[in-house]
C-alpha cells in the first residue's frame, strides 16, 4: 500500500492550498481517510475525516469552517481544500487510510491503521 500527499507549500495569511492524498494498492472505497497534522511542538492530531463514500465528514473545531475534505475513489484520491490559511496551520499535514470506521447520529468513530503518507509540508507566513 503506497499513500502519497502532495500539494503543500508557503502562502501568506487568509490565501488558500488544496492537498491530494493518492492512494494505491487497496481499494480506498472501502475504507475512511483522515488527514492530520502536526504542528511544531505538537503531537499530530486530526483535522478532517471523510466516510468511505464522502457521505459523512467530521471537522476539528480549529479547522471547521475554513476546511473542506472530499474524495474522486475513481482516482484513488482524497482531498482537503484549506482556505483562509492562518499562521497556525503551519505543519507537516499526513494523509491516513482508516482500519475502522462507524457512525452512529453526529458521532463519526475513526480509527487509523498503519497506512501512512510522507507528509507534506505548509507553511503560512507574512
Known amino acids: 500500500v503506497q499513500v502519497v500527499e502532495s500539494g503543500g507549500g508557503s502562502v501568506q495569511p487568509g490565501e488558500s492550498l488544496t492537498l491530494s492524498c493518492v492512494v494505491s494498492?487497496?481499494?480506498?472505497?472501502?475504507?475512511?481517510v483522515a488527514w492530520y497534522r502536526q504542528t511544531p511542538g505538537n503531537q499530530r492530531e486530526m483535522v478532517a475525516v471523510?466516510?468511505?463514500?464522502?457521505?459523512?465528514?467530521r471537522y476539528a473545531d480549529s479547522v471547521a469552517g475554513r476546511f473542506i475534505i472530499s474524495r474522486d475513489n475513481t482516482k484513488s484520491t482524497v482531498f482537503l481544500q484549506m482556505n483562509d490559511l492562518q499562521p497556525e496551520d503551519t505543519g507537516v499535514y499526513y494523509c491516513n487510510i482508516g482500519a475502522r470506521a462507524s457512525y452512529a447520529g453526529d458521532t463519526f468513530r475513526y480509527t487509523a491503521s498503519d497506512y501512512w503518507g510522507q507528509g507534506t509540508q505548509v507553511t503560512v507566513d507574512f
Open positions: 494498492g487497496l481499494i480506498v472505497s472501502f475504507n475512511a
Open positions: 471523510i466516510s468511505k463514500n464522502g457521505g459523512r465528514t
